[in-house]
């Protein structure tokens, strides 16, 4: 048995599975020797790492469109548009004719259905948002860079607007509520429970301004993005979401926290499956070094449990950065599936975590991992998965098939154009301010007064008699229980994963 009929023996699968490409050893590449990931082995997440400019996007190109043809929604970044291409057919080119013969791919071409979105107002795509209060203070203090003691004063804050039935809709919602309790009467009411001191206070809300000026503003807000939008299919295709950052890569910090609030949301709203098929949405968690860059060991803490519990709802999660290295190790040990693209070696640091990655591969008798994976060609890249059966497949130098949609972009007027046709935009492309925190606590301080017009004489208005309706509730004991149900019910606020707000749906 040959090297490369030897390890495509480790990724044979009699059940559906993303076809990667084909296997290369010394040189020689065998068409007929696959390399694939079983289907229901995708929710068991993944890693895609590699330096810029080796072919990395276009493995993720490649995994989209494999995973739409299955019919399972995908959700991915598209910070520069690069994957809209999906949207439309590919070219044949000679490339493209090439790299199907090495493959043993029997290339068409092919489009998706695809729905572009922005975090927020201002961009390209369908504005997508979530509400301060649903989005909870530990994840917002991520966002804001608070340290421990300003992020229990953050969470001490929601608890009071969450116990008085607050809706913290937007960033005003939230400074009214941090001025009120700084404020004499804001005092008085967390009195027993701790207070907010002006000093951290002030710190929240400069770093609130920050964000505020950085465009965070456009996504806080309503109406807030339903997770089952994500999770839809078109002509028996998985719809490809591709969320651009609009105008907030400033702070894209807030956008690898909304992706990671968003799986929050799916694990609270999704009901538990065990082991699946196939998934019913694959995340591609792009930039994911931001994630964890200054995180607090409580915050990977809860990163790690989100990845170990959200496959059993179901929900792959693929991890995308330049080096392994970037991803903590409990949470890089969840990842069944490794696609890695070439690595550079120029600084005692690389070669430092050069080595650290060939530790993370199962032991091989064809490769020099080291030596390999500095020698990977555009397109190629060294890959281990697991098999139906759960164990780790062999080390494959795997040379990609060719995506089948376009591989460019189809330009920001395409992008705006396929944006305002999508069933999202009137679903989604219009703020909706309601009454909140803000105007609940102004109301209490400056409450309306009548107005009437000077020096015009009082008219006396015949009184209506009360209908049966507005004799009910106008009586003082119906009154009395519908405010107490009303404060039970505010008071119902619950919070899950990162403090994020659990919904009864």
């Known amino acids: 048995m040959t090297a490369q009929a030897e390890i495509a023996a480790g990724y044979a ?71 809209s291409g999906l949207s439309q057919q590919g070219v044949d080119s000679d490339r493209t004719k090439a790299r199907a013969a090495d493959t043993g791919d029997d290339w068409l071409p092919a489009s998706y259905p695809v729905q572009f979105l922005s975090i927020g107002t201002g961009g390209l795509g369908v504005p997508l948002r979530a509400s301060i209060t649903s989005f909870g203070p530990i994840l917002l203090s991520k966002v804001l860079g608070l340290n421990d003691t300003q992020e229990s004063t953050l969470g001490l804050i929601f608890h009071w607007a969450d116990s008085r039935g607050l809706p913290l809709l937007d960033t005003k919602d939230l400074r009214s509520v941090i001025q009120h309790l700084t404020g004499d009467e804001g005092k008085a009411d967390l009195k027993g429970i701790g207070g907010v001191s002006s000093s951290t206070a002030g710190v929240i809300l400069r770093a609130l301004a920050n964000l505020e000026a950085q465009g965070g503003d456009r996504f806080f807000g309503e109406p807030e993005l339903d997770p089952a939008d994500l ?162 497949t062999p080390v494959a130098w795997t040379r990609l098939r060719a995506p089948r949609s376009l591989m460019d972009t189809i330009g920001d007027d395409a992008i705006k154009q396929a944006s305002q046709a999508s069933d999202l935009h009137g679903k989604y492309s219009e703020t909706v301010d309601r009454e909140s925190a803000y105007e609940q606590l102004m109301q209490k301080v400056a409450p309306p007064k009548e107005e009437r017009v000077p020096d015009a004489p009082p008219q006396r208005q015949e009184k209506e008699e009360p209908g049966l309706v507005e004799k009910v509730l106008g009586n003082s004991a119906v009154k009395s229980f519908l405010r107490s149900a009303g404060s039970a019910l505010a008071r119902e606020i619950t919070r899950g994963l990162f403090g994020t707000s659990r919904k009864r749906r």
């Open 231 to 392: 999770m839809r299919q078109r002509d028996g295709k998985g719809v490809v979401s591709l969320l651009e950052l609009a105008e907030l890569q400033g702070n894209p910090a807030l956008f690898s926290t909304f992706l990671m609030w968003l799986l929050a949301e799916l694990f609270e709203t999704l009901p538990e499956e065990g082991d699946v098929e196939k998934p019913k949405l694959v995340f591609f968690f792009d930039e994911a070094h931001l994630l964890f860059s200054n995180a607090s060991k409580a915050f990977l803490d809860q990163i790690t449990q989100t990845v170990k519990l959200i496959r059993s709802k179901g929900i792959g999660v693929f991890f995308c950065t330049q080096l392994p290295t970037d991803i903590p190790n409990d949470v890089l040990s969840q990842l069944g599936a490794r696609v890695q693209h070439a690595l550079r070696a120029f600084t005692p640091d690389d070669q430092k975590a050069l080595a650290r990655t060939v530790k993370t591969y199962p032991t091989t008798p064809h490769y020099d991992l080291e030596k390999a994976l500095t020698s990977l060609g555009i397109g190629e890249a060294i890959i281990t998965v697991l098999s139906e059966k759960g164990a780790p």
């Open 13 to 83: 699968s009699e059940s559906a599975a993303i076809e990667l490409g084909a296997v290369l050893v010394g040189g020689t590449v065998e068409p007929a020797a696959h390399v694939r990931i079983p289907l229901a082995m995708v929710n068991r997440h993944g890693l895609v790492a590699g330096a810029t400019g080796t072919g990395k996007t276009k493995t993720l190109q490649l995994l989209a469109e494999q995973l739409s043809d299955n019919g399972v929604p995908v959700l991915m970044a598209d910070v520069k548009g690069d994957l």
